[in-house]
């Protein structure tokens, strides 16, 4: 399965600033997901990243507060924007392995708003 | 619409206890289901997983059946160890369609 590495894993940032997180994958994937994993809860869908084209977002979600890039098969963005308190969260990036309909993880980017 | 009910945590039990962790669920069409587990400090990693009816899923002394009739797709482990305190979360996908997590359950396993 894909290996994906994630950075940082762990950050703490001031309110009002911006935080961007990056996912790396050692094999060539057409879609990349980023997820939001709020304390206590589950897993919440922000985005799907296709390259080459705009990141598809949830219902909640908007591209101002998470632009999302993805320049190739194998890398991609998360920015979230304009911190709060609230976004305080886990950020996991993963992607699907070929053919086998199961998502593979990155070992998350934890982050704390102050 | 798809969605994914398991029993709440925290759950604390003595070594070599057995575990069941409730699943069950609401899909329109036919889903695959899985458990994913995430141990402290890491991302989720993929436990096990049924794609049909019937189907059992296992892998490190972990079960799961996926029941139609029931849908359900209750987590077991006869035996637990310290070493299986994590969080496991159950999921379900649909052709085309995301993935829907539970909420998680919380595991801690005392020597």
């Known amino acids: 399965s894909a290996v994906i590495s994630q950075k940082p894993s762990r950050d703490i940032c001031q309110r009002g600033t911006s935080l961007t997180i990056q996912c790396q994958v050692d094999?060539?994937?057409?879609?990349m997901f980023w997820y939001r994993q709020q304390p206590g809860q589950s897993l919440t869908l922000i985005a799907t990243?296709?390259?080459?084209?705009?990141?598809?977002?949830e219902s909640g979600f908007v591209i101002d507060k998470f632009p999302i890039s993805r320049p190739n098969l194998t890398f991609s963005t998360l920015t979230v924007s304009n911190l709060s308190p609230e976004d305080s969260s886990i950020y996991l990036c993963?992607?699907?392995?070929?053919?086998?309909?199961?998502?593979?993880f990155g070992a998350g980017s934890r982050l704390t708003v102050l | 619409g798809n969605s994914v009910t398991q029993m709440e945590g925290p759950v604390t039990l003595s070594e070599e206890a057995f575990l069941t962790i409730n699943c069950t669920y609401t899909?329109?069409?036919?889903?695959?289901l899985f458990w994913y587990v995430q141990y402290p400090g890491e991302g989720l990693q993929l436990l096990l997983k049924a794609t049909k009816a019937d189907d059992k899923g296992s892998n490190k002394g972990f079960e799961a059946t996926y029941r139609k009739e029931t849908t359900s797709f209750h987590l077991e482990k006869g035996s637990v160890q310290v070493s299986d305190s994590a969080v496991y979360f159950c999921?379900?996908?649909?052709?085309?369609?995301?993935?829907?997590f539970g909420t998680g359950t919380s595991l801690t396993v005392i020597p």
């Open positions: 990243a296709n390259q080459g084209s705009e990141a598809t977002y």
């Open positions: 899909a329109t069409g036919y889903p695959s």
């Open positions: 993963s992607v699907t392995d070929s053919g086998a309909n199961v998502l593979t």
């Open positions: 999921a379900l996908t649909t052709p085309g369609n995301q993935f829907y």
């Open positions: 094999s060539q994937v057409t879609m």
